[in-house]
């Protein structure tokens, strides 16, 4: 029994339309790129607490040096977003051998602030950018 499918170059034109709205200026912020900063906090938070002995005091270089990049556009497609010690920037030299430890002459063991973070954020990470598509898409 042959299957007949119409109207396929129609829903792609739209989905393409509505693709290209979000990501298009409009009273601030492209939506994709809000949407992505908006759910980048918790676990930046989360990264920042990790990274203190005390996740009530943050304070110190590490803390400091703790960022949300910016929203970039990735080579094939879609956007990408980076939370935590940027190289470009001043920030703790030492966030490596502190997350992942060191060996030499005063071998330190791992005290991994960043994926910890993430793992335990990125349920409520994904259910902004979920929640914040549904909605754009909804006042498109």
């Given at each position: 029994m042959p299957l007949d499918v119409n109207g396929l170059g129609d829903l792609m034109t739209d989905i393409a339309g509505m693709?290209?709205?979000?990501d298009a200026d409009g009273a601030g912020a492209p939506v994709a790129k809000r949407?992505?900063?908006?759910?980048?906090?918790p676990i930046h938070e989360q990264m920042k607490a990790n990274a203190s002995k005390d996740p009530k005091?943050?304070?110190?270089?590490?803390?400091r040096s703790i960022q949300i990049g910016k929203v970039r556009k990735r080579?094939?497609?879609g956007r990408s977003i980076?939370?935590?010690?940027?190289?470009?920037?001043?920030?703790?030299?030492?966030?490596?051998?502190?997350?992942?430890?060191?060996?030499?002459?005063?071998p330190a063991?791992?005290?991994?602030?960043?994926?910890?973070a993430y793992d335990t954020r990125q349920?409520?990470?994904?259910?902004?950018?979920?929640?914040g598509?549904?909605?754009?898409?909804?006042q498109l």
């Open positions: 693709a290209s709205k979000m949407i992505l900063e908006t759910a980048a906090v005091i943050i304070t110190g270089v590490l803390n080579r094939a497609s980076t939370i935590g010690v940027h190289r470009k920037e001043e920030g703790a030299y030492y966030a490596t051998p502190v997350e992942y430890g060191h060996g030499g002459p005063a063991p791992a005290h991994p602030f960043i994926r910890p349920d409520e990470a994904y259910e902004i950018i979920r929640d598509l549904r909605d754009a898409i909804d």
